[in-house]
């Protein structure tokens, strides 16, 4: 799908197309953080919940116009129960992280978030019966390693808000094998279309348990976290358009940079030593994955 951002390609659109995917990605770190805080500031008023059924209500609204431009063609779907059921994971993992938000430092948060890759690799090896080899296996224990580097050995740093990020990132994971297998016959328009019509029921019957009527300012704030959830979507699709995924994802570990400077400025969180070590070894496993993966299909390609 060629994205068209009249805004961001006015920009940039003179740069070679590696360094606009690299600034992209690295736009969509910061608009996704700044959603972060956004839903941890809203929710000394309103339940997660009932954030992520507005979240999944304004994705909704996003992407309204793009479905009437496109005629109604665009919600064919090949695999209706699995995006069904993606859907309602996504609705799920939304409400999760949002939860999560709400308990730990934007930091950790954005550290711990790196492991869905990892789970995703390990997902792809039991569903899809990808090969396991043993560069793939070091990577992943040093990813792992990471993890119990940020949560410490004795699970000091295990608290609830971090137990809830790597439950998300195992949902994360499960959704990304998913969406493999839907877009061998879906488009990725129509998948995105149908994560968020489906999600939608599902936070809408969770916020009813929690329900509060929001604010006029309490709106306002929905509206902002809508506005950066899609622009985050809209700029990461934009970033792999503009180049190849190796080039960047080493643009992903802003998204630390970033959660540390926010959590700093607005909630005065500091993130220690050891979540920027694990974060570190996290992020540097899924890299190498991805790096090495691209390298194996280039060879297969060329040896086909």
């Excluded at 805080?37 to 116009?65: M, N, Q, W």
């Excluded at 740093?157 to 061998?184: E, F, P, Q, Y």
């Excluded at 809408?204 to 348990?209: K, Q």
């Excluded at 570990?253 to 700093?264: N, Q």
């Amino acid at each position: 799908m060629n994205l068209r951002l009249p805004l961001v390609d006015g920009w940039f659109g003179g740069e070679p197309s590696t360094l606009r995917g690299m600034v992209f990605m690295l736009m969509a770190g910061f608009c996704g953080t700044l959603m972060g805080a956004s839903v941890r500031l809203l929710t000394s008023d309103l339940h997660p919940f009932e954030i992520a059924f507005f979240r999944a209500l304004f994705g909704c609204v996003f992407l309204a116009p793009l479905v009437f431009r496109q005629g109604l063609g665009l919600l064919k779907s090949h695999r209706m129960r699995l995006q069904a059921f993606r859907g309602c994971l996504q609705g799920a993992a939304t409400m999760i992280f949002f939860t999560a938000l709400s308990l730990a430092p934007l930091a950790k948060i954005a550290a711990l978030n790196f492991t869905a890759p990892l789970f995703a690799t390990v997902l792809a090896i039991v569903v899809l019966g990808e090969a396991i080899r043993s560069r793939r296996i070091t990577a992943l224990i040093v990813g792992f390693a990471g993890t119990m580097v940020i949560v410490r050995p004795s699970f000091a740093g295990l608290d609830l808000g971090s137990a809830l990020i790597l439950v998300n990132a195992v949902t994360l994971a499960a959704i990304t094998i998913l969406i493999k297998i839907v877009l061998r016959s879906d488009t990725s328009v129509t998948t995105t279309v149908y994560g968020f019509l489906f999600a939608l029921p599902i936070t809408a019957i969770a916020s009813l348990f929690v329900w509060q009527t929001p604010t006029w300012m309490d709106l306002a704030w929905l509206a902002v976290i809508g506005v950066l959830g899609g622009l985050t979507h809209l700029l990461f699709a934009k970033s792999l358009d503009e180049a190849e995924v190796t080039a960047v994802l080493p643009m992903g570990f802003a998204k630390l940079i970033w959660a540390s400077i926010i959590g700093y400025l607005i909630f005065a969180e500091t993130p220690d030593a050891w979540t920027w070590i694990g974060g570190a070894m996290i992020f540097s496993a899924t890299t190498y994955i991805a790096f090495r993966e691209r390298s194996l299909k280039t060879s297969a390609n060329e040896h086909s």
